[in-house]
């Protein structure tokens, strides 16, 4: 019989139960990206912004 730490990781039935010894139960990390993903999605979003405000500046100078 697994360990189960709270009442609400207790499976309501035999079938949940063993569903999830078998399958096992995915636990999230809660979004965490690698870093490297981090600071590629960094600058895509910046260049982007930049792209957007340069365009915005130059339109209303020209």
Do not use: C, Q, W
């Not at 490297?36 to 130059?58: D, E, N, V």
């Amino acid at each position: 019989m697994p360990n189960y730490n709270s009442e609400r990781d207790k499976p309501f039935n035999d079938a949940m139960e063993h569903l999830n010894r078998v399958e096992g139960y995915p636990i999230s990390k809660g979004g965490n990206l690698p870093l490297p993903i981090k600071i590629i999605g960094y600058f895509m979003f910046g260049g982007i912004t930049l792209m957007i405000l340069l365009g915005l500046i130059l339109s209303i100078f020209n």
